[in-house]
């Protein structure tokens, strides 16, 4: 009698109906073998069974112990063979039970997300009850986004989808973009519309994963158990799973939890673990290309082109349609007759979304709304105020609401975290009279502690709108006359955003909107607040004189002002004498630029002064314009794109601008050699335009004489390094 129909299947589930010998799964070919013979009394037992594959139960026959040769198989070998298999097998089924549990938990994370996510409004500046949800947007209203690639160049703009599919499937990728170009959009429809069968997906932000995760070990195991109280039992998940993992608005967390950051990231990458961010194009070019610990964890750079006007009157004409809105549409058309700039809203998805909630409100007078950035914000929040005032939910006046958000927006800048609205305000009363405005919270992502009932304010709804609000604190500095005590207190706030780009964009947008009498009045306060400050010796002074003659520069003008002549004549500090230097050259002083330019060629200290103060502005270096000095070794990569990019373009800015653009470009040349400037790069100096009709004879052939002169250096150095 051989082993029972139970015996057998007990023992085949134990081993996984793999040999316990070699091994192998053996499927249908397997064979249970008597431990103890049967003629020596061996049972019919699942202790005395032991199942083997065809080749290895042959063996057990062939050994001859009259001749012997080789060595036979004990039984209590052939015992502890099966006993080692039973075990491992066991072990694996274990294993495969934990890893199926874990991937159930983990879907049930993507679900919860997903659902978060979909239900989340569209329209990032209205409630969800009034405004339609995310999942309003697919499949119809999502427009498939191009993008230019940078690691891997392509010779022409790709299809995201396409990119996936050809090259970024299983990669690591950085997808950036301009402020408002849809990142959170995309990586948003890219989590909601992937394939949970071939690759698991996950989706946080990057305050979550600073604000959750382990500090000491910033893994995804930690961070799952801090925000859905999930212990995974598998250690190293991505054996069991294929997990991709998006990290959303890594330029929203401060740069000093970069480092925090990046490490879980490479903890991802240790565990064979996918992921994706988002950041805009300036931090991802100031901070994540210029490191090359962070930049080499990613395969591509893919940044996010501006949509055309094509698709941005597509997305507005379907959004009108499912929207039962249709007369948004003829009023964008509208526009774009009365006003050809206007387009420039609808390369923006950000932007046309504002435009269309301004064009959404019944009392929408479209002959008001100016194809300008600040216009468009200014319009916006004019009409988001008036909306929640009719509704009944926003009982204060709009200069309490509008002060409100500007020393909200500074506290977050100033963090760049999360705040408690008693940091900002020390009175109750006001916390509770500011939550109980819509048009205030309206605007702000919160939470409220359960512990100490604390309100705490993580950003504004997209962070262009924080930039906004900061532009408008610099501009009511000098749009009102007021107090010098009063603007000391103010502009000694503002002073650290002076380098900010985004914001500066603002101011200048703010300007460029003015009617004459306006801007006028501007320059006239500025200028009475300039000279009662010339007198005073203190550093707050001096600092708030360099505000003025900065933003006096940026202020459209139609002759040189006075203000910017007196400061570069008299000023002893040479910061603001160089900020009324390039205000002058903006407003086309041909006398003041060569008198400028001239002792730029030929002090030193000035020089280096003009090379330290650009690498702050444009990011490749950390500190204020007054205190740090270029090493001659920091990489100045993002001053070099900027510059060329404007040798590349020739509005009337970027023309006024290429004298010093030349000069600057080679100090920073001479002062580091060759390395990193491509011949692509070479070409564009070459190709730059310096002939212009608005530009006199004489600085003409200044123009030509430096260019030539960096021309002519460029070509020695490269003769140079070639010997």
């Given at each position: ?57 042959a ?6 112990s ?64 009034r ?36 090259q ?132 591509e ?16 004409r ?24 206007a ?15 301004i ?5 929408c ?12 914000y200014k ?73 100490e ?35 000391n ?5 503002t ?26 009045l ?33 202020i ?19 910061v ?26 030929s ?46 373009n ?6 006024r ?45 200044l ?21």
């Open positions: 009698m051989s082993f029972s129909s139970s015996v057998k299947e007990e023992a085949f589930v134990k081993c996984g109906r793999c040999c316990c010998i070699c091994g192998k799964f053996c499927g249908t070919k397997i064979e249970v073998h008597h431990i103890k013979p049967k003629a020596q009394g061996g049972d019919n037992t699942i202790e005395n069974c032991v199942p083997l594959c065809f080749d290895c139960h063996e057990m026959s062939t050994y001859d009259k001749h012997p040769k080789g060595n036979k198989y004990s039984q209590s070998e052939l015992k502890r063979h099966r006993d080692e298999t039973f075990k491992k097998h066991s072990s694996v089924v274990t294993k495969t039970k934990t890893a199926i549990a874990d991937r159930r938990n983990l879907i049930n994370v993507h679900q919860k997300q997903s659902e978060s996510i979909n239900n989340s409004s569209l329209l990032p500046w209205t409630s969800e009850i405004s339609v949800s995310f999942d309003f947007l697919l499949p119809d209203l999502y427009i498939q986004p191009l993008i230019r690639t940078y690691k891997h160049p392509a010779p022409t703009n790709l299809e995201l989808k396409f990119f996936i599919e050809n970024g499937n299983g990669k690591n990728i950085i997808l950036t973009g301009v402020p408002g170009s849809g990142k959170t959009t995309t990586l948003r429809a890219l989590f909601c519309n992937s394939d949970q069968e071939s690759k698991l997906t996950l989706y946080f932000t990057a305050k979550e994963v600073i604000n959750h995760a382990s500090k000491k070990a910033p893994t995804l195991i930690s961070l799952l158990r801090a925000m859905y109280s999930l212990s995974l039992s598998v250690e190293d998940i991505s054996i069991h799973h294929n997990i991709l993992v998006f990290i959303d608005g890594v330029d929203e967390i401060d740069y000093t939890n970069f480092e925090m950051l990046f490490q879980f990231c490479k903890k991802l990458q240790n565990d064979n673990i996918m992921f994706w961010i988002s950041v805009r194009s300036d931090i991802n070019k100031r901070y994540i290309i210029n490191s090359p610990a962070y930049n080499s964890l990613f395969y750079i893919c940044e996010l082109v501006n949509w055309t006007k094509e698709q941005g009157l597509y997305f507005a379907c959004y009108s349609e499912k929207s039962g809105k249709n007369f948004i549409i003829d009023r964008i058309n509208s526009l774009l007759t009365s006003n050809s700039k387009s420039s809203f609808l390369e923006n998805p950000f932007k046309l979304s504002l435009l269309i909630f064009l959404s409100d019944d009392d007078d479209v002959s008001q709304i100016d194809a300008n950035d600040y216009t468009l319009k916006f929040y004019e009409h988001w105020r008036n909306q929640e005032k009719k509704r009944g939910t926003s009982p204060n006046d709009h200069n309490y609401i509008h002060n409100i958000h500007i020393k909200i927006a500074i506290a977050l800048y100033r963090e760049r975290s999360s705040i408690s609205l008693k940091t900002i305000f020390n009175d109750q009363c006001n916390i509770e009279k500011i939550m109980t405005d819509s048009a205030i919270i309206g605007l702000l992502n919160y939470k409220k502690t359960t512990l009932e604390t309100i705490i304010v993580e950003k504004f709804l997209h962070e262009t709108l924080s930039e906004f609000f900061v532009a408008e604190c610099i501009i009511e500095c000098f749009r009102d006359n007021i107090e010098t005590n009063e603007l207190e103010r502009m000694s706030i002073y650290e955003f002076i380098n900010l780009y985004e914001v500066n964009k603002f101011v200048r947008s703010a300007f460029e909107a003015m009617h004459l009498t306006e801007r006028s501007m320059l006239n306060n500025m200028s009475n607040k300039y000279n009662e400050l010339i007198v005073q010796k203190t550093n707050i002074a001096e600092m708030i004189r360099e505000q003025i003659i900065y933003h006096v520069g940026r459209p003008h139609n002759s040189p002002p006075e203000i910017l002549k007196n400061a570069y004549n008299n000023e002893q500090n040479s603001i004498k160089r900020a009324a230097a390039l205000g002058l050259i903006l407003s086309g002083d041909e006398t003041i630029e060569a008198d400028f330019i001239g002792k730029l060629l002090d030193k200290t000035l020089d280096l002064e003009n090379r330290s103060i650009q690498l702050v502005y444009f990011g490749d270096a950390k500190g204020m314009f007054h205190a740090y000095k270029d090493d001659e070794i920091i990489e100045w990569k993002n001053t070099k794109r900027a510059i060329l990019e404007r040798f590349s020739n509005s009337m800015r970027d023309i601008l290429r004298l010093w653009d030349i000069v600057t470009f080679k100090s920073f040349i001479i002062s580091r050699g060759l390395t990193g400037l491509s011949n692509d790069e070479i070409n564009i100096i070459k190709e730059t335009v310096i002939d212009n009709s608005t530009i006199s004879k004489a600085r003409k052939e123009l030509t004489r430096e260019k030539d002169s960096l021309l002519t250096y460029l070509s020695e150095r490269m003769l140079c390094d070639n010997k």
